[in-house]
């Protein structure tokens, strides 16, 4: 499989969407749950959802992405 099909396959295959819909490339959203990271995953699912209006699909993709890179 090739490394750009490889990166988007489970929560990477939401960033095109996102930075679509909310006009953001993803480091912007990354960058921000970095600045969380001593919440919990549904914490920072929520933060995202109430703070930014990120829809919960999404939220969810961000954070489990940024915790899976983070190894938090």
Sequence with gaps: MSETKREL???????PSIEK???QPIEHWLTLLKGQK?????EMVNWLK???GIGH???N???G????KSDV
């Design 9 to 15: 396959m489970g929560p990477a295959s939401y960033f």
């Design 61 to 63: 993709a961000l954070v």
């Design 65 to 68: 992405y940024w915790r899976a």
């Design 21 to 23: 819909k909310y006009g």
């Design 57 to 59: 699909g999404h939220a």
């Design 50 to 52: 109430t703070k930014h």
């Design 38 to 42: 001593n919440m919990k995953h549904m």
